[in-house]
């Protein structure tokens, strides 16, 4: 089955792209792969990760790509299959998966979504960066070590402690307006 996805050249896309067990945690137990791996595919398939975090059992992105290149259907191929060709095995498979030679690591499908202008930008940046204390792994953004923020940061873009005065009836929702 082919699926419906927004595909402009050039242009800029969130992504959500999730394990197939949500209990699991293979990205932070990992994450020197899910680096390497992306590091391998920019450098073949040339994009720009405007955001990006990494969480247990889940990752939200921001990337940008070239002119005259909307594949990231191909980029995301690659970073799942290389990662899960790195990863011990021993994951349940479904009789599909099995029959097809896949591994049970991911979620067939991802979440995308094409930027429409700077302010839905910003604030797919702003839920990518939140979405630690969201879930409840850190106090404070800043203290996530597998995200963007620290490169914002690092650049004058937001100060250490953005974000830290959400209100907690805010935060299970931070970023998802529309």
Sequence with gaps: MRYRRARVDGDSYFFTVNLAERRQSLLV???????RVVGMVKERHPFTIDAMVI???HLHAVWTLPP??????RRWMLI????SRHIPQ???????RASKGERGIWQRRYWE??????GDLARHVDYIHF?????????RAADWPYSSIHRHIEAGMIGRDW????????????????
């Design 29 to 35: 137990e990992y994450i020197d792969v899910p680096r």
């Design 68 to 73: 005259g290149d909307a594949d990231y259907p």
């Design 80 to 83: 799942k299959t290389e990662f």
């Design 90 to 96: 021993g994951e349940s498979r479904t009789a599909s």
């Design 163 to 178: 974000g830290a005065g959400i209100c907690e009836n805010d935060k299970k929702d931070y970023g998802e307006r529309e």
């Design 55 to 57: 969480l247990p059992e």
């Design 131 to 139: 979405n630690p204390v969201k879930h409840g792994h850190v106090p």
């Design 113 to 118: 979504h094409l930027i429409r202008d700077e």
